[in-house]
């Protein structure tokens, strides 16, 4: 079967930065960065596709602080049939997120994973289709579809 071509990854690096946090004195600084901006929605560029933010939340407070920066992680795509909810042999696509990614893909239902875990996502025409992603403790996954 003839590899299906889905287009180019697109892998934004985000800058880090502390943000102020509430350790007491209002001097201790929480990254929460990543976490706050799974609540962002990908700004639509005409291009189809799915684009988010990855977040590693902390299972660990201090000083009044779980942090959640920004998170490195291997994301794939795979397009799934409409009847049989299969994964369609050469469709598979890895892009590798650096606290954002924005993966170009045709119209299509897609198993998206990470790590262990797997959700579905419908891509429209002309439309980038937000999945933001919070690793969590322990290793889970939270897939957090916006818009």
Do not use: K, W
Not at 98 to 118: D, H, I, K
Request: net charge negative.
């Amino acid at each position: 079967m003839s590899m299906l071509r889905l287009g180019f990854v697109f892998v934004l690096a985000v800058a880090g930065g502390a943000c102020a946090g509430d350790g007491g004195d209002g001097g201790d600084h929480c990254n929460r960065e990543g976490c706050d901006a799974l609540e962002t929605s990908a700004r639509q560029t005409g291009r189809t596709g799915i684009s988010g933010f990855v977040a590693e939340e902390s299972d660990v407070v201090a000083n009044g602080c779980r942090t959640c920066p920004f998170a490195l992680e291997h994301i794939s795509f795979a397009r799934v049939g409409e009847t049989d909810r299969l994964v369609v042999p050469g469709t598979e696509v890895t892009a590798f997120a650096n606290g954002q990614y924005s993966q170009e893909l045709e119209p299509g239902t897609y198993s998206v994973c990470v790590r262990e875990a797997c959700t579905e996502v419908v891509v429209r025409d002309g439309h980038l289709t937000t999945l933001n992603i919070r690793l969590q403790a322990q290793g889970s996954t939270a897939f957090a579809p916006l818009g």
